[in-house]
């Protein structure tokens, strides 16, 4: 079983859709959550991090973290196709010195 | 503010060379990570270093070096080049911790 596990998508939407992406991971040490959006040929860019469990609004994204089930979750509503893009999640200890990326999930967000 | 800048954005090399890519972190910014990333393995984390230290290793052979200089400045070199060595070399830069890491634009290595 890998460390983190994450829905391998492709996912296709149409605009203005809500967007739900997961992340499994088997390690309970891990304490700090973060989604990346990668678009083609460029770095990951960080969109939310989290610590421990709970909810995170920013904007037309929320992050969910539920560290008793293990499981963490993207929203994004009223998708764009800007949104179009590969989502990492990563997660780490409280010392980062554990740090791990899911596969990735590449999302299209047709017009 | 001047984001994670990477050099060179393109390298092609051929087996049994070694490169050396550079990475210049936000200013303000000591820790650096380094990532390779490929379509089959992901994300992997190379190594990290935080005032010229080496604070965390992963696993990776030891082809796979790198050093930080005192303006933070990092580079990487991967010696014996091999065709698996393919992949986009990413940067990354943070205050203090790996956790909130911002990363630049990557060097896209092509063995051949």
């Known amino acids: 079983q890998k460390e983190v596990e994450q829905d391998p998508g492709p996912l296709s939407v149409p605009e203005g859709a809500i967007v739900s992406l997961n992340c499994t991971y088997s390690?309970?040490?891990?304490?700090?959550f973060m989604w990346y959006r990668q678009y083609s040929r460029k770095g990951p860019e960080l969109l939310m991090y989290?610590?421990?469990?709970g909810n995170k609004e920013d904007g037309r994204f929320t992050a969910q973290v539920d560290k008793s089930s293990k499981y963490i979750s993207l929203f994004i509503r009223d998708s764009q196709p800007s949104d179009s893009a590969t989502y990492l999640c990563?997660?780490?200890?409280?010392?980062?010195?554990?740090?791990?990326f899911g596969p990735g999930t590449r999302l299209s967000v047709l017009p | 503010k001047a984001g994670v800048t990477q050099t060179p954005r393109y390298l092609i090399k051929t087996r049994g060379q070694q490169v050396t890519l550079s990475c210049s972190p936000i200013?303000?910014?000591?820790?650096v990570s380094w990532y390779q990333q490929t379509p089959g393995q992901g994300l992997q984390f190379l190594f990290e270093y935080f005032s010229e230290t080496q604070r965390n290793k992963g696993n990776f052979p030891g082809r796979f070096s790198g050093r930080q200089f005192s303006n933070s400045r990092s580079e990487m070199n991967v010696s014996t080049l091999e065709l698996g060595d393919s992949a986009l070399y990413l940067c990354?830069?943070?205050?203090?911790?790996?956790?909130?890491?911002?990363f630049g634009p990557g060097t896209r290595l092509t063995v051949l």
């Open positions: 390690n309970s040490a891990f304490q700090y």
């Open positions: 990354a830069s943070s205050l203090s911790r790996v956790n909130e890491q911002f």
């Open positions: 200013s303000g910014h000591r820790s």
């Open positions: 989290t610590y421990s469990s």
């Open positions: 990563a997660m780490s200890d409280n010392y980062g010195q554990n740090f791990v």
